[in-house]
C-alpha cells in the first residue's frame, strides 16, 4: 500500500509540474493564431428627434379630409447602432461582421398594425431588431478577385452600397430607396468581387425575396426578412454590381437584381401547382444608376431605381387571400408591377473658404426625392395614389471631427392634391468609423 502511494504521488506530481509548460505552449499556441493588429473594430450609430406636423393615423390617405387640420406627433429614435469585427487570419483569408441595433434593439412592445384594420398587437420588440447584419469568410487572390461567403451586404442600389450615416446628408436614409427596397439589405450567399484598374465589379448568388411579403405601401422592401429561424431558399436570384472611377472626383454605378419570387417559403399551397397560380413565377427585376461627385466642398449625389414584377395581379390576388394563421407575418396585401425611385442632392461645405478651421466641415445641402412604391398593372383594380410622391428637404451637417456629424433638417412630402401634404422637422448627432485597425 506503502509503495502505490508513493507511485500515485509521483504521477500526480509530474502531471502539476507539467501543467505549466502545456499552458505556456497553449499561450505560444494562440498568440500564433490571434494577434491585435490583425483585428479591426469599428461601427456606426445615430440618434434623432423627428417632429411630424401631420397625423399618422392609418386612415389619413383613405379619409384625408378628417386629418387636415390634426395635430402631429414628435418621436425620438435610434434607427441604427452597428458595432463592426474584423480579423485578418493571414495567406489571404479574414473575416467581416456587423451587428445591428435597430431602434435601440428589442423589448415587449404594442404596434398598430395597418394591414389589420389597425388594431394593437404585442411583439417582443421595442419597433427593431438585434441582428447579425454580416458575417462572412473571404479568401482573396489579388485586388482583382476574391470570394466571400457567408452573411452579406446586398449593393444594389446607392443607399445599400453606401449606407454609413456620414455617405449621405439626410438624417435618415433617402427616402426612395429606403421605400421601395430591402434597406439595408443582407443575405446569406456567394460573392465574387474584385478591382481592375478604375472599375470594380461584384457578382453574388443569394435566396430570391418572399413575394408573401410584397406590399402597396413598401414594394419588396419586407420581402428579404423572414419569420423563421432560418432563410428559405426554394429560389435563388442574382444580383451584380459595376462602378467605375475613371474621371477623377466621380464616382458612377450601376446595378441590379434578377429572382423568382413566388413560393419562396414554407406555407405554401396545393393548389398552386394545379390552378391559375401554376405558372406563376413572381419575377423580380430591379435596376439601378447613380453618381458621387466630390471636390473642392462640393458634393452632388443622384440616384434612379426602377423595378418589376411579373405576375403582379395574380401575386396580389393570391396574397390577399391568404389563408394563414392570424399570428402570420404576412401583410395580405396588394403589390404594384412597378416601382420607381430617383433622386439627388447638393451640398457645399461654407468653412472650406475659411482658414484655420482644424479639419471642421459645416454643408449646407438640399435634397429631392420622388418614388412610388405601388404602379399597377394594366388589369388592376386599385390604385393608391398616395404612394406616389415627391419630397423636398432642406437641412445642415456639421462635421466638428471626420467621424462625427450633427444633423438638422426640414422635410416636407407633397402628395396629390385630394391627400395631405407631410412636413417634418429632424434633429440628430451620429458617428461612423474604425476605432483599431
Not at 401547382?273 to 419575377?283: A, N, R
Not at 466630390?294 to 395581379?313: M, Q
Not at 403589390?335 to 472650406?352: F, H, M, P, T
Request: proline fraction near 3%; glycine fraction near 10%.
Amino acid at each position: 500500500m506503502k509503495l502505490k502511494t508513493i507511485a500515485q504521488c509521483a504521477v500526480l506530481g509530474l502531471a502539476l509540474s507539467a501543467m505549466p509548460l502545456q499552458a505556456q505552449n497553449q499561450k505560444a499556441d494562440s498568440t500564433k493564431l490571434f494577434s491585435l493588429s490583425r483585428l479591426s473594430v469599428g461601427g456606426y450609430g445615430e440618434a434623432f428627434y423627428t417632429r411630424n406636423f401631420y397625423s399618422d393615423n392609418m386612415f389619413r390617405y383613405s379619409h384625408a379630409d378628417r386629418y387636415r387640420d390634426a395635430k402631429g406627433h414628435g418621436r425620438v429614435d435610434l434607427p441604427h447602432v452597428c458595432i463592426n469585427l474584423g480579423y485578418d487570419f493571414g495567406k489571404g483569408w479574414s473575416m467581416g461582421s456587423e451587428i445591428e441595433f435597430e431602434h435601440g434593439g428589442t423589448e415587449v412592445a404594442v404596434e398598430i398594425e395597418a394591414e389589420e384594420t389597425g388594431e394593437f398587437e404585442h411583439e417582443i420588440e421595442r419597433g427593431g431588431e438585434v441582428a447579425l447584419e454580416q458575417f462572412w469568410i473571404q479568401k482573396s487572390f489579388g485586388k482583382g478577385f476574391n470570394i466571400r461567403m457567408g452573411h452579406i451586404i446586398v449593393p444594389v442600389g446607392q443607399t445599400n452600397n453606401a449606407h454609413l450615416p456620414t455617405d449621405f446628408f439626410t438624417c435618415y436614409r433617402p427616402e426612395g430607396e429606403l421605400t421601395i427596397l430591402p434597406c439595408t439589405w443582407h443575405e446569406t450567399g456567394l460573392s465574387l468581387w474584385g478591382r481592375l484598374g478604375n472599375w470594380r465589379y461584384e457578382a453574388m448568388v443569394i435566396p430570391a425575396l418572399n413575394s408573401d411579403m410584397f406590399n402597396n405601401a413598401n414594394w419588396v422592401k419586407n420581402a428579404s426578412a423572414s419569420g423563421y429561424e432560418f432563410r428559405v431558399a426554394n429560389h435563388l436570384a442574382g444580383a451584380v454590381r459595376i462602378d467605375n472611377y475613371s474621371v477623377k472626383n466621380l464616382h458612377i454605378g450601376v446595378s441590379g437584381y434578377i429572382g423568382n419570387t413566388f413560393n419562396n417559403d414554407i406555407v405554401t399551397n396545393e393548389f398552386s401547382e394545379t390552378s391559375q397560380y401554376k405558372d406563376v413565377k413572381g419575377t423580380v427585376v430591379i435596376g439601378t444608376a447613380e453618381f458621387d461627385y466630390k471636390a473642392n466642398g462640393l458634393v452632388v449625389r443622384g440616384n434612379f431605381d426602377y423595378g418589376h414584377l411579373s405576375d403582379a395581379s395574380l401575386i396580389s390576388a393570391w396574397n390577399k387571400n391568404q389563408n394563414h394563421q392570424s399570428f402570420s407575418p404576412y401583410p395580405r396585401s396588394l403589390v404594384g408591377e412597378a416601382a420607381i425611385a430617383y433622386g439627388g442632392e447638393v451640398a457645399y461645405d461654407i468653412l472650406r473658404p475659411m482658414k484655420r478651421t482644424g479639419g471642421q466641415q459645416l454643408y449646407l445641402f438640399g435634397r429631392y426625392d420622388y418614388y412610388d412604391s405601388y404602379i399597377p398593372s394594366a388589369t388592376a383594380l386599385t390604385d393608391y395614389q398616395w404612394t406616389d410622391r415627391h419630397v423636398m428637404t432642406l437641412g445642415v451637417n456639421y462635421y466638428p471631427i471626420k467621424q462625427v456629424v450633427v444633423k438638422a433638417e426640414y422635410a416636407k412630402r407633397f402628395l396629390k392634391e385630394q391627400y395631405n401634404d407631410e412636413p417634418m422637422f429632424s434633429i440628430g448627432v451620429a458617428y461612423s468609423g474604425f476605432f483599431t485597425k
